[in-house]
């Protein structure tokens, strides 16, 4: 990354920006505290600002009430003159705003007539024109499904005596009722109402007010034909986005580059003549910055030079991967990018994250469905169409859904090869099915070096594919597989301390240094404990020198001991990190436990389908499959978010935290950029 500072003439500044949008390269910097003066109260520069901002308001509520959606690809060249924007805009806006309107109220009284015109029509027939009356009033309302008639008599009686007539009926509505007395005991009425939790009916909006009857005419009328008249205004809506709504999102972007011009003046310093701005620029887009910059000659000047990455903390970062690990750039954008210069763990969490997951999953078949899933989700993105995703709200756009797919693929294509190795399809299925089986002698020979005799009775012995990682036979299986997933901590914890040392050493940053080979000497010194004393069984192991083990782990507490020594004012807790650093080792176990009872409720559902298929034939197997769809489908919902963050986690805590990528960031990348097209007309 270079640092450059850009000096240019006041008239040309415009020109200059525009110049910088098309190029795209440079990321700006605010320049704060410069004894240049600010002309930020200038008025024919204010005056024009509010005018882009108000057209660009403008067009933004219009897009909204159209609802149009952006293009898959813009038509270059598209935006009228400058001149035209405003009456263009208007011409779009003013109808399109009247039909807002519109539809609006049209919707407003769909929603009142369906929840209101069947009880409207119901009251109708009980008090006919009686609510017309000057003498008597009349006071609708709905019972509730516990109201008792008697003590609602009651309480009538009690405040009116015998100066009333109640009226109820039941009906699709459910019961309503109205009470009739005369208009000066209309609030005492209300009142004996009130008393046994009844409320008066009134209708919402413009039906408030007016006869039963007219109500429930009009809201019938609206419930027949309502409907198909917001069904013709949405068509008139979707008819104008089509027609307006790609010159509408040319019109906007066209607008949001001139509030750019502004934006990048605000953060510039500026004089009577001049303007000065300062950023950065890739090194291999500096050539495109000197193009850009050329044809103003003399009028434009500026200046590179190296970046300062020890010091200066608003370098930008442009992370720079491999189009495999590039869609996982969107996992690790959960938290805030590394600092300038520092170490890059996308291409980790690229790696391990799915192969993780498809450890914890291990199903062939629901690996399948994943892969359908991530399919569906690219032929959206393929079709240029976005996806809300349920529940959250949350808007995906092609671009998104295309690296959701990558993403989803790959934990796919894990979870499918790691359930070939478990013997797992939607639990037991490929069991029962004679899909997998377990072969005594083969598992034996493959992991007998562990200690482990596999003996597995019940199991089906004969299949076409033989299960290698029968994780579901706990019986002997449990601790091969506990000792699998702790092997992960065991190396990525130190690795994250090894790359604390190394980041030290290369920013020179000598307590960083100490403190990484301080931890990593401590967290290998306990992890070699835990093997040497064949997990706490035995602490007299420690002392038994005859063990390579045992001096490699006195020389990682030694160098835990003289590194603390070096940076106990800097980091005093030193030792009880190291001890929470033990804990993020065992912390991967719960790639164990989590996949573990995840196969086991597969198993379960698996189980109990063929077993209603055995006992009750096939009527038992319909019934069977029905469940376990159910079941296979509620598990997953229940569960899959769960395994999907428990990898991330390890990664970006357990992982991470040693580096210090979770302490030092840098802001990301985004250089000055034209949204519209550099061939549309943006001047008379």
């Known amino acids: 990354m270079q640092q450059v500072v850009i000096a240019m003439r006041r008239r040309e500044s415009e020109a200059v920006i525009t110049a910088l949008q098309n190029a795209g390269v440079i990321h700006l910097k605010p320049i704060e505290g410069s004894p240049l003066k600010s002309d930020a109260a200038n008025e024919q520069t204010s005056e024009e600002l509010r005018e882009t901002e108000r057209l660009l308001a403008r067009v933004e509520s219009t897009i909204a009430e159209l609802g149009a959606q952006r293009p898959a690809e813009m038509v270059h060249g598209s935006v009228p003159p400058r001149g035209d924007w405003s009456a263009r805009i208007e011409n779009v806006a003013t109808p399109v705003a009247e039909l807002a309107r519109e539809r609006t109220e049209v919707q407003g009284d769909v929603d009142v007539a369906a929840a209101y015109a069947e009880p409207a029509a119901a009251l109708a027939r009980l008090v006919g024109p009686l609510d017309r009356s000057r003498r008597v009033a009349v006071i609708p309302f709905l019972l509730h499904g516990e109201t008792d ?89 979707d008819a104008l986005a089509a027609q307006h709504g790609p010159e509408l999102f040319a019109l906007r972007d066209a ?49 590179l030079h190296p970046v300062n990455e020890h010091h200066d903390d608003a370098i930008p970062v442009e992370l720079k991967n491999s189009s495999y690990v590039r869609p996982f750039q969107m996992v690790m954008g959960l938290m805030s990018p590394p600092k300038y210069g520092t170490f890059d763990p996308t291409w980790v969490m690229a790696y391990l994250m799915p192969f993780l997951f498809g450890l914890i999953i291990g199903d062939v078949g629901y690996g399948l469905l994943f892969l359908l899933t991530g399919l569906w989700l690219k032929g959206k993105a393929d079709r240029g169409e976005s996806w ?85 036979e706990t019986g002997y299986f449990s601790n091969i597989m506990l000792m699998i997933a702790l092997l992960f901590g065991i190396v990525q914890v130190p690795w994250g301390w090894a790359v604390r040392v190394r980041e030290g050493l290369k920013h020179g940053e000598s307590s960083h240094i100490w403190e990484g080979l301080a931890m990593f000497g401590g967290v290998v010194g306990l992890i070699l404990m835990a093997f040497v004393t064949k997990a706490a069984s035995d602490f007299g192991l420690m002392f038994n020198f005859a063990n390579p083990l045992v001096w490699l782990m006195w020389l990682g507490f030694a160098t835990f001991v003289v590194g603390y020594l070096r940076v106990i004012r800097e980091f005093p807790m030193l030792p009880v990190e190291l001890i929470s650093q033990g804990g993020s080792v065992l912390s991967y176990a719960r790639i164990f436990a989590v996949g573990l009872v995840s196969a086991i409720m597969a198993k379960l559902v698996a189980d109990l389908g063929w077993n209603m298929y055995e006992n009750m034939g096939v009527f038992g197997a319909i019934l069977g499959l029905v469940l376990a769809v159910i079941l296979t489908v509620l598990i997953l919902a229940l569960t899959l978010i769960g395994h999907i ?37 943006l001047v008379k």
Do not use: C
């Not at 359930?419 to 639990?427: P, R, S």
């Not at 083969?442 to 200690?451: H, S, V």
């Not at 970006?652 to 061939?679: D, H, I, Q, W």
């Open 388 to 472: 809300t995703v349920p529940l959250l709200g949350t808007k995906l756009l092609p671009e998104t859904l295309r690296d959701v797919w990558s993403i989803t693929s790959v934990m796919a294509f894990w979870t499918i090869l790691w359930g070939f190795l478990t013997g797992e399809f939607f639990g037991t299925w490929g069991e029962h099915l004679g899909l997998f089986y377990l072969d005594e002698q083969r598992l034996n020979n493959l992991w007998g070096w562990t200690g482990a005799t596999f003996h597995a009775e019940g199991a089906p012995h004969h299949g076409l594919i033989p299960t290698l990682f029968p994780r579901l």
């Open 645 to 681: 963050l428990q990898p991330i986690r390890l990664q970006m805590v357990e992982f991470l935290n040693p580096t210090g990528f979770n302490t030092e960031t840098s802001p990301v990348y985004t250089p000055l950029r034209r949204l519209s097209s550099a061939n549309s007309e």
């Open 149 to 237: 008639l008697n003590e609602v008599k009651a309480s009538l009686s009690e405040a009116l005596g015998d100066r009333y007539e109640l009226a109820v009926e039941s009906g699709a509505a459910g019961r309503v009722g109205a009470v009739a007395t005369l208009a000066g005991e209309r609030d005492l009425a209300r009142t004996a109402l009130g008393r046994v939790r009844l409320a008066e009916m009134r209708l919402p909006g413009r039906f408030e007010g007016i006869p039963l009857e007219q109500a429930a005419s009009e809201l019938g009328q609206i419930r027949t034909a309502g409907r198909d008249r917001l069904q013709a205004l949405n068509a008139r809506r």
């Open 255 to 303: 607008l949001k580059d001139q509030v750019a011009v502004h934006d990048v003046r605000s953060v510039s310093a500026r004089g009577r003549y001049s303007l000065v701005m300062q950023g950065y620029v890739p090194v291999d887009r500096v050539a495109t910055l000197e193009a850009a910059l050329k044809p103003f000659g003399e009028g434009t000047v500026y200046e």
